[in-house]
């Protein structure tokens, strides 16, 4: 698959907004992965896609998990979770995509999890810190990215928890494994 037919493809699925914040997260990913050293083509097609089932409505995205091999368990959690786990099934199935870094920055871009790859990590800040967000801090994370990839990634996930927290939301565990990891790994703890 292109990057010029997965635009397309996506540019389909997606509402105008949530396909511009698509473009920024591909071209924030692209410049990512030449800083580390990491496939930019596989970058930018993890990008173009992670979002590819957001605008699929709860039901149908119900229905992917019920129908697949995806663990049930995350239908226990908000729904905004879900778009991940079916987006990198429906790429992999639709598209032949195997590459496995590809279908798990997909799969892993809005809980994380313990040992990400580079790639996913990617995919993970850049969701985060698109020119187009405007989240409080995120001008700290989209400076830190450009100095540590794991030091943004475990600010993300450390903002994140208190987010949910005080939203008194549930929260996925490999969120918890995620951080947990990082904090290992810049000796946090």
């Given at each position: ?23 920024r ?21 993890a ?33 905004e ?5 079916v ?46 967000r ?50 290992r ?5």
């Amino acid at each position: 698959m292109n990057i010029k037919e997965a635009k397309l493809y996506v540019k389909n699925e997606l509402t105008q907004e949530r396909y511009n914040h698509t473009l920024r997260v591909a071209d924030v990913a692209v410049d990512l992965a030449v800083k580390n050293r990491v496939n930019v083509k596989h970058a930018e097609l993890a990008a173009i896609f992670h979002d590819v089932a957001k605008c699929w409505d709860k039901e149908k995205l119900k229905h992917w998990f019920m129908q697949s091999t995806l663990p049930n368990d995350l239908l226990n959690y908000h729904h905004e979770l879900w778009h991940g786990p079916v987006g990198a099934l429906f790429v992999k199935e639709k598209f032949d995509i195997t590459n496995t870094d590809i279908l798990n920055a997909i799969y892993y871009h809005t809980t994380g999890r313990a040992g990400m790859s580079k790639l996913e990590l990617i995919i993970f800040v850049a969701d985060y810190i698109e020119p187009g967000r405007d989240i409080p801090g995120v001008e700290d994370v989209r400076k830190k990215a450009w100095e540590s990839l794991q030091e943004a990634g475990w600010m993300i996930l450390s903002r994140t928890i208190k987010h949910l927290i005080t939203k008194k939301a549930t929260i996925h565990p490999e969120t918890f494994f995620a951080y947990n990891d990082f904090a290992r790994r810049l000796n946090r703890f």
